[in-house]
């Protein structure tokens, strides 16, 4: 990547960069060790060695992969919102509206993040520098991060100069960008089938690593339970870097509205976490007080009442799923109806009252009760966007607002909307297929975990019960029979549960990441998860008791 665009996307020259952050921390990372050495000498011994030259290369490092990290922060940010941009882009030329104001407009949608503040910068070179519209363009795209913007500020200097239609090159610049996107998501949701393959593959890794751990203190002596803990460490930070990796390969892609506006699901999921909790006090509370409960099966009773708070935010998301798939009809019905009318929104909106739109219907009943008290237009519609709970409905409601108010024609603006809308709702489709199949993966491999290691743990009591009666020496017969006498099988279950917990949690947030769900549906998945990893270790050590003799 050209050190420009680097910089660019960082606000400052290279050689600012280097003086205010790169100079100072070369000079802190030298002087670290100096003054470690001779202020406190004693400590510079043992591992302590390894953690004086860890700090310096860790200032170092951070200087210099900071501004690669914040040039592909500001990449995904521009790619994501591209589709977005380009929409209102197109709805804004319908209404003939220059330019120049164009960009201005869409430089403070502050929903645009990054992407708003490039457009800001081509519109600050046309205004205050005097340059070109069709220079400013390439001289912007020479700087962006990201090659979709890049190349649509390409085409937009060409045409520009060799003089399209600024109407028609938007226009028809709808199909290219979307088309430029859907490639991008695709690219995007294929590499969740890597993902998905990565990550059972690491899991199959990690479970021997684990099983090994809980079998070596037969051999080596080691105290079981460091070296168990150890090893359940080791597959919990995998596993979330794992998670990391993934996080930064799917798109972002919001379901849920950002609207400031409570509404009764809002209300709903609120409030649903504190009781879920509540009752998870409870339950462990009242199993603390019976003594004959498993403890695997303890520890998935304890977690369940957050299974309120999951199936809460799962019917509000179908819920949303449903508005999402009905509002591409209801704003192209709208767009038409007011195109016939001379724009009048209201009254258009009167007639497609009587029409059924699903579970659109009532939002849009409601709708037209707020437009006709005539008080306040935009808020009208958010709270039209906000009943729907969805982030697209938002977006593009808002979209098809602006650009009726400036004068736009409703028919195009409405067709524009309807078919960009739709381009996204299929790749959202592909993108649940995607995690539905993750699901099935995420479940099958838990179960997996499960068995493997509580039968090791079953072989370790087997092991336990055989020779607490024998006082052979260790060197005998090669087993250290002060490790299986000591081995703590309560504690090594319970902390099996605990590694199991955590991987249902890393799994169940992973499944959130590829379909990107609100965060409360993670424990829709995540009490699922521990019911199988409870219910499968609880089977595999009563299956295998007779079998190993216990």
Known sequence: MNSKVIFHCLGMSQQNYVKKFVVPAVIMALMFPILILILIPSVVQGAMIVGIILVPLALVSIVLIYPLSSLENKKKEIDN?????????GVLATSQMTRIDMLEKLSHTEAYGYLAKETGRIYAL??????????????????????LFQDFLDRLAHSMQAGQAFEDF????????MNDFMTMYQDSLNSITMIKELFVSMCMSLIFIVAFAIIMPIITGIDSTLLLGGAI???????????????????????WHTLNIETVADRRLKWSMPISLFLCMMVTGLMLLINDIPIPIMFALSLTPLLLTGLIARVEEDKIKRYDNNFSSFIRSLGGAAGSRSGLILESLKELTAHDFGPLSGNVNSLYKRLKTRLNTPRSWEHFAAGTGSNLIERFATMFVE??????????????????????????????????????????????????????????AMLAKIFSNMSLPDADIGISLAAVGNANIPLMTSMLMVMMVCHSLISSILIRVVDGGHHFNTYTHFVGLVWVSALTAELTIRGMGPILGM
């Open 81 to 89: 919102n591209m589709h977005y941009f380009i929409t209102h882009m």
């Open 170 to 177: 938007v226009l028809s610049e709808q199909t290219v960008v």
């Open 233 to 255: 460490a080791v597959f919990v930070i995998t596993e979330l870097v794992l998670l990391l990796f993934a996080r930064s390969k799917v798109p972002a892609d919001r379901i």
């Open 403 to 460: 650009g009726t108010n400036v004068g736009g024609k409703p028919a195009l603006i409405g067709d524009i909307i309807s078919k960009n809308f739709m381009s996204i709702l299929s790749m959202r489709k592909l993108r649940y297929s995607s995690a539905s199949s993750l699901i099935g993966v995420l479940y099958g491999i838990t179960g997996g975990i499960a068995a493997t290691l509580f039968l090791s743990l079953a072989i370790i």
């Open 126 to 147: 046309v205004i205050y520098w005097h340059v070109s519209f069709p220079v400013a363009c390439r001289f912007i795209a020479n700087r962006t991060p990201s090659v």
